[in-house]
């Protein structure tokens, strides 16, 4: 690979916009650094103005999940089998569902950042800015501007690190809620560590410092992440799960939850304490509401989303010992039936009574996902195999 160069990896479902990608790179360029490449992962559009713009920042490579022939055909040169090479880029629901999963979405940047040898990779979200929100009080508020590129390259260069990554300003993934048996919906969902923060806190996270507190951690956030691909022999793919129920795709949540544990080890993945400002709901200052109804559809597919996430994250868990559950399936799926009937009533919504029979369903399938997941690394570790031989 070339020594030192750099793209940034963005995954979309549609390139419409220059924002936030031309404020990332900008920020590169206020800071000395050079990012050569930008590799997108989209699944329908992209605006031409917006590509030529892009392009004209930087080289530009935009892989469509599903119809990525440029893919495929640097895979098979390497040595990959038809089945090895959809094990890690097929796309099973998109045609019938419109969906990919969030892991396989991810893996297209990754396999587009190795075809072409580039050594450092930069994953960020598109509602994601290279500032950190330092203060917040009346809608009032404050940023001040990092070196995003910097800040991460300068521990990926320390010894054994593969991976940095950190945490975010702004608001949480859902509103600030409280309703009867909340608890018990948070337990199902296993989410239930948050829950005085979602049922008290409706004022963003702030942080006045940063890059102060240091530490190696095993969780990996994908929005604010960095790899060093000269070490691809201990960097895992990403994964997650899906489940359809009821004629719909669902996705499950945590594409990221496995590089920590898996890297975990061989190599370092740090904690750069780089609280980068998220912008979850997209119009902040707003004091987002969980009555809109997007934000109601966001908390509701978050929920799906963890429920089918969880059982494989249990299971990994287990398998590097990290942590087991306090309490039960048993126990957690009575208090989703309790939690989910109760947020049903409350928001007159009845999808989230589909809760617990996708909880009993996910768990069903784990066996599968297992196989599944187990698949996409023997042919990842096929892949490291024959980059090496090159």
């Known amino acids: 690979m070339e020594k030192d160069s750099k793209a940034f990896g963005i995954i979309t479902r549609s390139l419409l916009k220059l924002e936030p990608i031309n404020i990332f790179l900008d920020n590169a360029k206020e800071h000395g ?36 022939p440029i893919l495929d055909s640097f895979l098979m040169k390497l040595g990959l089998t038809k089945d090895e090479i959809r094990t890690i880029l097929g796309t099973p629901y998109k045609e019938r569902y419109g969906m990919v ?74 509103p600030k809620m409280n309703f009867p048996y909340l608890m018990e919906l948070l337990r199902g969902v296993q989410k239930e560590d948050r829950f005085y923060y979602i049922s008290s806190v409706d004022t963003p996270v702030t942080r006045n410092t940063h890059s102060k507190n240091i530490f190696d951690t095993q969780k990996a956030l994908g929005g604010n992440i960095a790899l060093d691909l000269s070490k691809i022999d ?24 496995l590089f920590g544990p898996e890297i975990h080890g061989s190599g370092r993945c740090v904690d750069i304490d780089l609280l980068i400002f998220h912008n979850c709901f997209g119009d902040f200052p707003n004091k987002p509401e969980i009555t809109k109804q997007k934000n109601l559809d966001r908390f509701y597919y978050a929920c799906m989303g963890w429920v089918i996430r969880n059982p494989f994250l249990n299971w990994l868990r287990e398998k590097y010992a990290i942590s087991t559950e306090d309490i039960n399936i048993e126990k957690r799926y009575e208090s989703l039936l309790i939690g989910s009937k109760s947020a049903a009533e409350y928001f007159k919504d009845e999808r989230f009574l589909k809760l617990p029979e996708t909880f009993q369903l996910s768990y069903q399938k784990l066996e599968s996902d297992i196989k599944q997941f187990e698949e996409l690394m023997s042919a990842w570790k096929k892949l490291r195999r024959l980059l090496n031989k090159e």
């Open 234 to 257: 201990i960097i895992p793919p990403f994964f997650s799960t899906t489940l359809i129920l009821d004629g719909e795709c669902f996705l499950g949540r945590g594409e990221d939850t």
């Open 33 to 68: 650094h050079t990012v050569e490449h930008l590799i997108i992962s989209y699944e329908d559009e992209i605006d031409p103005s917006v590509l030529r713009s892009l392009q004209q920042e930087c080289h530009v490579t935009a892989v469509k999940r599903g119809n990525a």
């Open 101 to 174: 999963s969030y892991g396989t979405s991810r893996n297209y940047v990754l396999i587009a950042t190795l075809m072409l040898g580039i050594n450092y990779l930069y994953f960020f979200d598109t509602d994601i800015y290279p500032k950190i929100l330092t203060e917040f009080h009346n809608g009032k508020h404050n940023f001040i501007n990092i070196d995003f590129v910097g800040s991460h390259s300068k521990y990926l260069r320390e010894k054994n690190v593969i991976l940095t990554t950190s945490d975010y300003t702004g608001y949480y993934i859902i």
